[in-house]
């Protein structure tokens, strides 16, 4: 928990990914950029996919289109 400090366990079907509006932070949970953060571009909600520009490392500036469940809205905290 994000105030508490506190871990708890969830199973992975009662979780959904959370997307910033465009502009907002993201991090990429899966696949070969998994760990990378970035900033949400736009959504394609037929395809269920987001364009990420990621920040960082190698890959940095690269624009991508990801599943929805690849990404993740970051905290402000």
């Given at each position: 928990?994000?105030?508490s400090g506190d871990v708890i366990r969830?199973?992975?079907?009662?979780l959904e990914t959370v997307l910033p509006s465009p502009?907002?932070?993201?991090?990429?949970?899966?696949?070969?950029?998994?760990?990378t953060k970035g900033r949400l571009l736009g959504i394609d909600t037929k395809?269920?996919?987001?364009e990420v520009e990621l920040l960082g490392g190698s890959?940095?500036?690269?624009h991508v289109w990801l599943e929805y469940?690849?990404?993740?809205k970051v905290s402000s905290k």
């Open positions: 928990m994000l105030d969830i199973d992975q079907a009662e502009g907002g932070r993201v991090l990429v949970v899966n696949g070969s950029y998994r760990g395809k269920f996919q987001a890959a940095d500036g690269q469940e690849d990404v993740c």
